[in-house]
């Protein structure tokens, strides 16, 4: 019986690593909802994001005021420069929101924090500790797609959550459900390969495509079969595995029918972005050609996106180039190359706000419906594991860009919560909460409960509730 599931589970990793049994999508035909779906992409990062950078310089006397007491207020972005960072988002302005004040103590927080701010429960790298399906994939089952969801992921290779290869497929920061995490492709090539193998030109990647194809057939009548000759939990293991095989299948069939579609939107990588030595500023870029292309094809309406990790080494960092920083020694204050942390976090965080800007200005050249692509967007930008290196989830900043349809009350704020322990104070679960219940779940709580915090806790934030 072992051999039969080491071939399945080497089997599925073969068809892109995203479908291993029990993680495979609800490929149910969806009702249509007589609009063209909402789309989300969480970009996440590494150690910390500090809240103090995110605030606009341009705040009055009263303003910075309450902002260094952490009281609770907003402003209109419009009449405020942003952070020097947060340059290259300057033309998206109006449909930009910076978020302080959530947290996320019920996280796993510090050094890393595996899929515990997607699910907002305490987890490590054991998948025994993924108590349930994390926030994106709960949206992507709202709107279903032939992939469901898509991760790419910059991953680390000096602990953490995927350890080896940057170049793999390995385990991701997303969880399909409890126990059940999620793949991520390390490389934006092995990405394109796997994700449009089906509409690939090239001779062998076609036949190899057929080949996997055959084998699911084989293998779905085998467990079938099998099935029949079985009983009590080894039959349900087998029916289950069988059933894992029909849905791959069903997913395939459904891209086929997409091929004229899928075909057109194949991403053309530069070859930097196909380069074994590609840089970390590379590798963002060129998952982002990925991402985009797996949108505006139609294969998912949900990306995970890890842009950075703490045991992710980078490269090409202006000013630096030719260093390999390590985001540990960073998170100490140590200086590298010449330039202290504080700046070094600063140039790969205006990065991150190129590749944010790049994939809304995209969206936003892509007409659907009455509008563009981005009207049906949120993108949302923050830490994994809290505010700083050695954090203690007392905030997550958020940087969120909305389109126009979107559900929630967002564009043109900075906003800050009430800090944590004070009344009114909202949690990384209240956020979730509200996202998901803007857009059609009527979920009461997303996420576990902050235990220390002794004022009510759940529900969405009304003040981004239309």
Request: with cysteine.
């Amino acid at each position: 019986m072992q051999h039969r599931r080491d071939f399945i589970k080497h089997a599925f990793l073969s068809l892109g690593g995203l479908s291993l049994p029990g993680f495979m999508p609800a490929l149910a035909a969806s009702q249509s909802r007589g609009a063209e779906p909402m789309r989300f992409i969480f970009m996440h990062r590494g150690n910390g994001l500090f809240p103090k950078v995110c605030v606009p310089p341009s705040l009055s006397a009263a303003e910075k005021d309450k902002e260094k007491r952490n009281e609770a207020f907003e402003v209109d972005l419009q009449k405020h420069a942003l952070p020097e960072w947060m340059g290259p988002l300057e033309a998206h302005k109006k449909n930009l929101t910076i978020i302080q004040g959530l947290s996320g103590k019920m996280c796993t927080t510090g050094h890393h924090s595996w899929c515990s701010s997607l699910g907002v429960y305490k987890a490590n790298e054991r998948p025994s500790s993924i108590k349930w399906a994390t926030v994106d994939f709960e949206l992507a089952r709202m709107f279903p797609s032939p992939l469901e969801h898509i991760e790419l992921a910059c991953f680390p290779t000096g602990g953490g959550n995927a350890r080896g290869s940057l170049d793999g497929i390995a385990q991701g920061f997303s969880a399909r459900g409890p126990q059940q995490p999620n793949y991520a492709f390390g490389s934006p090539k092995i990405a394109v390969d796997e994700i449009f193998k089906s509409v690939a030109s090239d001779k062998n990647s076609q036949i190899q495509y057929q080949l996997q194809r055959k084998v699911l057939e084989f293998v779905a009548g085998h467990e079938t079969e099998l099935a029949r000759h079985l009983a009590g939990i080894e039959q349900r293991k087998v029916s289950a595995y069988a059933g894992a095989i029909d849905d791959i299948r069903e997913r395939d069939r459904k891209i086929d029918l997409m091929a004229d579609t899928v075909s057109r939107h194949v991403p053309k990588l530069e070859s930097k972005y196909l380069a074994a030595n590609m840089t970390t500023l590379d590798r963002q870029l060129g998952h982002a050609e990925v991402l985009l292309a797996s949108l505006i094809s139609g294969l998912t309406n949900v990306v995970s996106f890890t842009v950075d990790e703490l045991g992710h080494n980078y490269t090409g960092i202006p000013g630096i180039e030719g260093e390999s920083v390590n985001m540990h020694d960073v998170g100490h204050g140590k200086v590298i190359g010449g330039l202290a942390a504080e700046e070094i976090r600063r140039r790969t965080e205006q990065h991150h706000m190129v590749v944010m800007d790049k994939i809304a200005t995209r969206l936003k050249s892509v007409p659907e419906g009455a509008g563009t692509m981005f009207d049906n967007t949120m993108i949302l930008y923050f830490p994994n594991s809290g505010e700083t290196h050695h954090s203690h989830g007392t905030e997550f900043p958020f940087v969120v860009l909305s389109g126009s349809n979107c559900k929630l009350t967002l564009g043109n704020r900075y906003l800050r919560l009430p800090y944590w322990g004070n009344e009114g104070h909202k949690t990384l679960g209240n956020f979730y909460t509200s996202i998901l219940n803007a857009h059609g779940n009527p979920i009461k709580h997303f996420g576990d409960p902050d235990p220390a915090l002794k004022i009510d806790q759940l529900g969405p934030i009304a003040d981004f509730m239309s």
